[in-house]
């Protein structure tokens, strides 16, 4: 059986709101799936899963939330060989840069060689109804990826 490793966090709640929705999705495919908030987890752990989610909210100009940074640090210190990742945060437009801790995670597993399944979700602030529809779709889709690599 496949199975994810979601790690991620939230200021406001509103990554939080993003990660139950993808949480959903992944587990509507029936998918094993961990959930750690980032404070928890370390970059030893993407190895032990066949796929990965990672969350964050973009901070200030475009920034990693500092909670982010050490889990990040710690990325570099692992070879993923292929695994399937996907990307999602909470993002504010009024920013110079849109969802940059987004954008940030996607290279950082590229980087240390993911195949980052989809593009990056990035939604404005707080999910809207569609929005969370939309969060569980990008779960259910990630998730049927994982199986049909699997079998």
């Known amino acids: 059986m496949s199975k994810i490793l979601m790690v991620f966090t939230s200021l406001t709640g509103n990554t939080r709101d993003m990660a139950d929705a993808i949480a959903e999705g992944i587990k509507s495919e029936h998918v094993?799936?961990?959930?750690?908030?980032?404070?928890?987890?370390?970059?030893?752990?993407?190895?032990?899963?066949?796929?990965?989610?990672?969350?964050?909210?973009?901070w200030g100009d475009g920034d990693l939330p500092d909670?982010?940074?050490?889990?990040?640090?710690?990325?570099?210190?692992?070879?993923?060989?292929?695994?399937?990742?996907?990307?999602?945060?909470s993002c504010d437009s009024s920013y110079p840069v849109f969802g940059g801790a987004v954008d940030q995670l996607v290279d950082k597993l590229k980087e240390i060689g993911a195949e980052v399944a989809e593009e990056g979700l990035k939604i404005e602030m707080s999910p809207s109804q569609s929005e969370l529809k939309q969060c569980q779709e990008f779960g259910a889709a990630f998730a049927k990826r994982l199986v049909g690599i699997k079998q």
């Open 67 to 89: 909670e982010f940074l050490d889990f990040f640090d710690e990325m570099s210190e692992v070879q993923l060989d292929g695994q399937k990742a996907i990307v999602f945060g």
């Open 32 to 58: 094993e799936l961990d959930i750690k908030e980032v404070m928890y987890a370390s970059g030893d752990d993407l190895l032990k899963y066949d796929g990965i989610a990672l969350g964050a909210y973009t």
